[in-house]
């Protein structure tokens, strides 16, 4: 019993010794695990220079990569619409979102849902692009103080807010004062109210349109009265035509007479000459 109990403390020990041994990895291991390890490195750093230099390209590399932090920072650092290409892990990571949105206000559009509502990211789109509101959630859009900036930042935002805000006349002026041309994104009425379309500076163009109206009505008037003018000089000319022929004929007519009586003159002269005559000779 003692040598069996020997027996088997011996197989244990050769057991665990046999155990240990198989769980050290061979100098060949260690050394392609390390291999890859400074490729995957070496991947990774090309990766970031490739990005660093063009952010879109982040589409185009390795799918792991794009799930990197360093690589896809570096990537919206550069272009912040390569946010589209990271990760869904990394759309939904503020300081991505962020980085990507102070380099390229739309690039909101391809952060998570979540952070379409995060007060910071979506107060700094707006205040670079205020049309960045079109990608705020629809509780940022019915926010007076994330409109404010938007519309503040362009007047066009107006469109993006929610309705109540279309119909605030305080967010439509200032919206309008901004530019002009929001006021049609206007609610309630809003784009026929007199302050809003005085700030919007239609009242001045309603009043040239009146006396565009009223200078045209005149033009038209005035025109009336010189074909007035005009038909009756035609009737005028007429009757002077008529009155030049009546006085050409009667110049005719006298002519003729004249010529007549000079005829008759002649013959009388010529009888004269003959009595004339006949009384030398008797």
């Known amino acids: 019993m003692e040598g069996q109990g020997k027996l088997d403390h011996a197989s244990y020990e050769d057991e665990?010794?046999?155990?240990?041994?198989?769980?050290?990895?061979s100098a060949a291991a260690l050394m392609q695990q390390e291999a890859?390890?400074?490729?995957?490195?070496?991947?990774?750093?090309?990766?970031?220079?490739?990005?660093?230099?063009?952010?879109?390209?982040?589409?185009l590399i390795d799918k792991e990569l794009k799930d990197d932090k360093d690589v896809v920072l570096t990537a919206v650092r550069n272009n912040g619409l390569a946010l589209q290409f990271a990760s869904e892990t990394l759309k939904a990571d503020k300081e991505v979102v962020l980085t990507a949105?102070?380099?390229?206000?739309?690039?909101?559009?391809?952060?998570?849902?979540a952070l379409?509502?995060?007060?910071?990211?979506?107060?700094?789109a707006v205040k670079d692009n205020g049309l960045a509101l079109l990608y705020c959630s629809d509780t940022l859009k019915a926010n007076i103080e994330i409109v404010t900036i938007a519309i503040t930042t362009n007047g066009s935002a107006?469109?993006?807010?929610?309705?109540?805000?279309?119909?605030?006349?305080?967010?439509?002026?200032?919206a309008v004062e901004n530019n002009p041309q929001s006021l049609k994104f206007a609610m309630g009425g809003l784009n026929e109210d007199k302050d809003c379309r005085d700030a919007a500076g239609l009242?001045?163009?309603?009043?040239?349109?009146?006396?565009?109206?009223?200078?045209?009505?005149?033009?038209?008037?005035?025109?009336?009265?010189?074909?007035?003018?005009?038909?009756?000089?035609?009737?005028?000319?007429?009757?002077?035509?008529?009155?030049?022929?009546?006085?050409?004929?009667?110049?005719?007519?006298?002519?003729?007479?004249?010529e007549?009586?000079?005829?008759?003159?002649?013959?009388?002269?010529?009888?004269?000459?003959?009595k004339k005559e006949a009384t030398t000779a008797a």
């Not at 379409?116 to 700094?124: N, P, Q, R, V």
């Not at 107006?158 to 200032?174: C, G, Q």
């Not at 007549?260 to 003959?274: K, V």
């Open 16 to 25: 665990q010794y046999l155990g240990d041994f198989d769980l050290q990895p």
């Open 36 to 59: 890859v390890k400074v490729s995957e490195e070496y991947l990774r750093q090309q990766a970031i220079e490739r990005v660093g230099q063009k952010g879109t390209d982040l589409e």
């Open 101 to 113: 949105v102070m380099n390229y206000a739309i690039a909101l559009e391809y952060a998570s849902n």
């Open 116 to 124: 379409k509502s995060d007060m910071e990211i979506a107060g700094t």
């Open 158 to 174: 107006l469109e993006y807010a929610s309705e109540d805000i279309r119909r605030d006349k305080k967010m439509v002026l200032l």
């Open 203 to 258: 009242a001045g163009n309603e009043h040239n349109e009146h006396k565009n109206e009223a200078t045209s009505a005149a033009w038209d008037g005035l025109n009336e009265d010189n074909e007035s003018h005009d038909t009756a000089g035609f009737e005028d000319n007429k009757l002077n035509e008529h009155k030049k022929e009546a006085t050409s004929a009667a110049w005719d007519g006298l002519n003729e007479g004249n």
């Open 260 to 274: 007549s009586h000079d005829t008759a003159g002649f013959i009388d002269n010529e009888l004269n000459e003959h």
